[in-house]
């Protein structure tokens, strides 16, 4: 059996990238797939991975989007037992400095706010079935600093703190939250970055590669499923060795 038997998860960003490898992930091991997106992907996506994956539109930095696609696991599949919160934007590149107002709020409302509505709209539906998991894309910008990323990065650690105490409050209802901080995975974003920022670090990285949207679904699925039950509020790295230097 699949080691996501039976669990049905909702997972943003799931048109592209990192989202789309846990969305693959996740069917290949049983999951029955809310697959959550505002570009319309999605429903590419679905069509290919058949009647466990359902597409939904929605932004999730909005509260009633995020809603009604957490309803509609419950509708459509009958339940919910894992989010994935995985959208996310790089927004413009400039200095702290120089960096435009307005795109601070428009990254920190995606990349900060939407996972926070995520879990506070999914957590309630999760106490209801008896508990859940929660998987978080954070980025190796929760440690390190990218230059020119200032509203990603405070993004990117605001989530790793917003999983540190969604996990303890938690922990006793069988709620359990973790972060994946990945490093250079090959998607739209890293193809929309500078290319000299880009190169700079996967240059910069160990393993000398990017890594693929299937590697990160993997951790997904380890995190998602009753294999990590020890496992909760950490932000698991996964960056080819990036930050080991
Ligand atoms: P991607 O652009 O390929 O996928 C992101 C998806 O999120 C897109 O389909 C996009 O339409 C969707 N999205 C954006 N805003 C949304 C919104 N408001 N509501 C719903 N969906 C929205 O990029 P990716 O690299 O797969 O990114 C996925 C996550 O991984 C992001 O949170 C990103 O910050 C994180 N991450 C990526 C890398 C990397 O190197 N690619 C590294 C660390 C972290």
Do not use: W
């Not at 960096?99 to 990254?107: G, K, L, Q, S």
């Not at 998987?135 to 703190?161: D, E, H, I, W």
């Not at 000398?208 to 998602?224: D, H, I, M």
């Amino acid at each position: 059996a699949g080691r996501l038997e039976g669990k049905v998860a909702v997972v943003t960003g799931a048109g592209s990238g990192i989202g789309t490898g846990i969305a693959e992930e996740f069917v290949k091991e049983g999951a029955r797939v809310v697959a959550v997106d505002i570009s319309g992907q999605q429903e590419e996506v679905a069509k290919r991975l058949g009647s466990d994956c359902y597409a939904v539109h929605a932004d999730v930095s909005r509260g009633a989007d995020v809603r009604s696609m957490l309803d509609a696991a419950v509708s459509h599949f009958g339940k919910l037992d894992v989010l994935c919160n995985n959208a996310g934007i790089d927004g413009a590149v400039a200095h702290t400095g120089e960096y435009p107002e307005e795109e601070f709020d428009r990254v920190f409302g995606v990349n900060g706010r939407g996972v926070f509505l995520g879990m506070r709209y999914a957590i309630p539906k999760l106490l209801e079935n008896g508990g859940g998991t929660i998987v978080n894309t954070a980025s190796m910008a929760a440690m390190v600093a990218f230059p020119g990323m200032p509203a990603y990065c405070a993004a990117k650690g605001a989530v790793a703190m917003l999983t540190k105490t969604a996990a303890a409050e938690y922990a006793s209802r069988n709620i359990r939250v973790n972060a994946i901080c990945p490093g250079p995975i090959r998607t739209q974003i890293t193809d929309s970055l500078p290319p000299e920022l880009i190169e700079g670090v996967v240059r910069a990285t160990p393993l000398g590669r990017y890594g693929t949207p299937t590697e990160v679904g993997r951790l997904a699925v380890f995190l998602a499923s009753d294999e990590s039950s020890f496992i909760t509020g950490d932000t698991i790295l996964i960056d080819g060795g990036y930050t080991t230097l």
